[in-house]
């Protein structure tokens, strides 16, 4: 509305003007004392806006945040604006040719360095030293014999590392939908059709516990032919139909030619895997924005090495 809209516009200007360590761009704000609920009365926010902030701006996968310290919200909030004056029109930015150029640009520069990698290798399991620690990964040749590659420690998803290594804790459902056109209404910059998107719906205007996401690419992106668009929508079980749960998400879409169900669990480790050498992560979770999953590899590089990883520093090619 017309008088949410000024509103808006001076929370986000408060957000780009703040600094944590200076006090004066807080507008009496506490950034460890104050709660976001608290900041959002400050500029009298309606219902829907908040929605929009929490979780499409700063990423929050549900409204327990309100109530918490603003703090980490907030500078989500900044990082959110400042990408997208950096990137123009989103602030995300998504590889050529899909995820998968990920795991292949990793296996490349592993080969640059003298790294070794084994492509559609069956796992059997793992060999451990005396110490209990992991000190290879069983496998077997297309005869059946048992091979080990040597290792000084594992990192893996859980479906490699054993149900013991880690916990289930809910089922999520993701649903590859093939599209013809654009999803209706989503603009790029210029007003044209977009050739990607990302929708997020607010679990509470669903009158569900968890956020629904819909990510939309295309030929963009190198990953369908040209006027064909890939959407994925995702979100946590929570009943005994959960293909039904997703229906919001499907009115969006307009016209589906075909879609792809799965539904798989949700896994977290049970230790940080410093013991037996054995790091496990987490299953991915149902977000399109993949923000929890780049936290954990900032985690798992801390416990693995016992620094923070400084991708300001990066080795030149002479160091290897």
Request: hydrophobic share 35%; aromatic share 8%.
């Amino acid at each position: 509305g017309m008088l949410e809209k000024p509103r808006f516009i001076n929370f986000a200007k408060f957000i780009m003007d703040w600094e944590d360590d200076k006090p004066q761009t807080h507008q009496g704000i506490n950034p460890r004392g104050h709660t976001m609920k608290q900041v959002y009365d400050k500029f009298g926010l309606q219902e829907a806006t908040i929605d929009f902030i929490g979780h499409a701006v700063a990423l929050q996968i549900n409204d327990d945040y309100l109530d918490k310290a603003c703090g980490p919200t907030i500078e989500k909030c900044k990082l959110y604006l400042n990408s997208v004056m950096t990137y123009g029109g989103s602030p995300f930015i998504y590889p050529i040719y899909g995820l998968g150029g990920l795991p292949e640009g990793f296996s490349r520069l592993s080969a640059i360095h003298q790294g070794t990698y084994m492509l559609n290798k069956p796992v059997d399991g793992f060999v451990y030293d005396e110490a209990g620690r992991v000190c290879g990964v069983k496998s077997h040749d297309e005869n059946g014999k048992e091979e080990v590659a040597k290792c000084k420690m594992v990192i893996c998803d859980p479906s490699y590392a054993g149900e013991a290594k880690s916990q289930l804790q809910g089922k999520i459902i993701r649903s590859i939908c093939l599209l013809a056109e654009p999803i209706p209404h989503t603009k790029n910059k210029d007003g044209g059709p977009a050739l990607s998107c990302q929708i997020i719906l607010p679990q509470k205007q669903l009158k569900r516990k968890n956020d629904i996401y819909v990510m939309m690419v295309s030929h963009a992106h190198s990953i369908a032919p040209k006027g064909m668009y890939v959407a994925i929508v995702s979100t946590v079980v929570e009943t005994s139909t959960p293909e039904k749960e997703l229906e919001p998400a499907y009115k969006l879409l307009g016209k589906v030619l075909d879609r792809f169900v799965d539904i798989s669990d949700i896994r977290i480790p049970v230790d940080d895997g410093t013991k037996d050498g054995i790091y496990t992560t987490a299953t991915y979770d149902p977000t399109s924005h993949f923000e929890d999953a780049s936290l954990e590899v900032l985690k798992m590089w801390k416990t693995i090495t016992g620094e923070d990883l400084d991708l300001t520093d990066l080795p030149g090619e002479e160091e290897g």
